[in-house]
C-alpha cells in the first residue's frame, strides 16, 4: 500500500560546510583537530572538496529526484578574523544558492552548524558578554546569501549540543556513547543568538527562520527512578529546548537513536541490539518519537526533519533504517502534525567530527583522491521515494 505525503513536501538531504568543504581553516575546529595530542581521529583536510564541487552535488541531488537541499555556510568564511568581511565567500554562498535555483533544488539554509571563526572562541566562544551581537553582526553580513530564493533559514544547529560541547568536556564524547553535561549559561548564550539572528532576519518578507535540535528519544528503564532521572536529563538537554521553539516559524528535528535511562543516567545500547558505525542504537523511530516530541513542546510549532540516517557501511540497512523512519513520519502525519519536509543526513559521506570519516553517513560516495562522487543504491531509492511523493 503506497501512503501519499502532503502536497510540497520537501524530500532533500543535509550537509554542514565544515564536514564537507574542506579547508575551512580559519573555523576553531580546524585548530583543534591540528593541534598536537588532540582526540580528534584525522582533520578535515579537503574533506570532500564541497566548496568546488558544489554545483555537482546540487546537481546530482537533483538528478535523483530530491527537491531541497539543507547546507549550512560558514561564519569562519564570512569573517575570518573579528571585523573583517570577505565578500567573496558571500558571494560564494550566493551562488550555490542560485546553483540550487538552476538545478530545481530549494535551498534551506543553516547559518551556524557547531563551527565558529577561531577569533570567536579565542574571544570567549558563547561565554563572552557580546556573544549574541557577534551573532547578529554575522547574520546581518549573510543577508545577501538569504535575502531571495530562500524560504527556510535554521539559524543555529543543534544549539542543545553545542551546549554539551561547549561545556569544555571531550569533544570526542559528541559521538560517543553518552552526552556530556550542558552548559546552561552557553544555553542562554545560544538562546539569545537565536532570537537576535531571527530579529535580523525578519527584514526578509516571507522568510521562515527556526533552529534544529537534536532530539533524542530518551526511555526509562523499567526501574525505579529511571523515570525521575530521564525527565531530569531531557529536560535540560532537550525540552527546553523544543519548549523555546514556540515562537518560530517552524522547528528542525534530528534525530538518529534513542537513549535508554536508569536511575543512575543514560546507558550504553545493549550488546545484543544491532548498532551502526557511530556505536549507536539502529532505531529507526527515532524520527517520529522526535517530530512527536517536537509538536507538543513547542505548542504545535510546524516541524521539519533536518536531519535524520545512519553511519553503516551496508547501504540495504540504510534504505531499510530510512523506510522505517519515514513511515513512522508518515503516522505523525495522520496524527495531525504539521511535518514540512525530511533532510536525510547526509547527502555526501562526510568528516564525523572527532570521529574522522569512516562513518560514512552519506548517499553519495567519493574517491579520497579523486573526488569523483558515486551516489549509493539507497540514494536512488531515496529518490524515486522522493518522486513518487509516497512510501
Ligand atoms: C550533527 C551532524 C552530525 C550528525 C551525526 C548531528 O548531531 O548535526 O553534524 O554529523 O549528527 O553525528
Known amino acids: 500500500m503506497s501512503r501519499a505525503f502532503p502536497e510540497g513536501f520537501l524530500w532533500g538531504a ?19 583537530e591540528n593541534e598536537p595530542g588532540t582526540t580528534i581521529v584525522e582533520p578535515s583536510g579537503d574533506a570532500a572538496d564541497s566548496y568546488h564541487r558544489y554545483r555537482e552535488d546540487i546537481a546530482l541531488l537533483a538528478d535523483l529526484g530530491l527537491n531541497s537541499y539543507r547546507f549550512s555556510i560558514e561564519w569562519a568564511r564570512i569573517e575570518p578574523e573579528r571585523g573583517l568581511v570577505s565578500r567573496a565567500s558571500i558571494d560564494h554562498y550566493r551562488r550555490m544558492v542560485d546553483a540550487c535555483h538552476e538545478f530545481g533544488i530549494q535551498p534551506i539554509v543553516t547559518l551556524m552548524h557547531f563551527t565558529v571563526p577561531r577569533w570567536f572562541e579565542r574571544d570567549g566562544f558563547w561565554r563572552a558578554p557580546d556573544a549574541a551581537d557577534l551573532f547578529a553582526r554575522y547574520t546581518e553580513l549573510a543577508l ?7 524560504e527556510f533559514v535554521c539559524t543555529i544547529n543543534e544549539p542543545n549540543i553545542a ?14 556513547y553518552g552526552l556530556p553535561r550542558p552548559d546552561l549559561g552557553v544555553a542562554d548564550a545560544l538562546l539569545e543568538s537565536h532570537k537576535r539572528s531571527r530579529e535580523v532576519l525578519s527584514q526578509v518578507p516571507g522568510l521562515k527562520t527556526g533552529w534544529t535540535i537534536a532530539t533524542q528519544a530518551f526511555e526509562a528503564a523499567d526501574e525505579p527512578g529511571a523515570e525521575e532521572k530521564k525527565q531530569e536529563i531531557s529536560s535540560s538537554a532537550e525540552d527546553w529546548y523544543l519548549v523555546n521553539a514556540a515562537d518560530d516559524d517552524f522547528i528542525g528535528v534530528q534525530a538518529y537513536t534513542r537513549n535508554i535511562v536508569g536511575p543512575e543516567g543514560i546507558r550504553p545500547p545493549a550488546p545484543e541490539v544491532e548498532k551502526t558505525l557511530t556505536g549507536w542504537e539502529y532505531f529507526p523511530a527515532a524520527s517520529a518519537i522526535g517530530v512527536r516530541a517536537a ?18 557501511q551496508d547501504d540495504a540497512r540504510r534504505i531499510d533504517y530510512t523506510r522505517g523512519a519515514l513511515e513512522g513520519l508518515r503516522d505523525c502525519i495522520d496524527e495531525g502534525i504539521t511535518l514540512l519536509g525530511y533532510q536525510h543526513w547526509s547527502a555526501l559521506d562526510n568528516y564525523e567530527w572527532a570521529s ?15 573526488f569523483a562522487r558515486t551516489p549509493k543504491p539507497s540514494a536512488r531509492w531515496y529518490g524515486e521515494v522522493a518522486k513518487a511523493n509516497a512510501i
Open 14 to 32: 543535509a550537509t554542514a560546510a565544515h564536514q564537507i568543504e574542506g579547508n575551512n581553516i580559519n573555523s576553531n575546529w580546524w585548530v583543534h
Open 356 to 370: 574522522g570519516f569512516a562513518p560514512t553517513f552519506g548517499l553519495i560516495g567519493w574517491d579520497r583522491e579523486t
Open 163 to 176: 551546549a554539551m560541547l561547549a561545556g569544555g568536556e571531550d569533544a570526542s564524547n559528541l559521538v560517543a
Open 144 to 150: 545577501p546569501v538569504v535575502s531571495s530564493g530562500v
Open 295 to 312: 509538536w507538543e513542546l513547542s505548542d504545535h510549532t510546524p516541524v521539519m526533519i533536518t536531519e535524520n540516517g545512519i553511519a553503516t
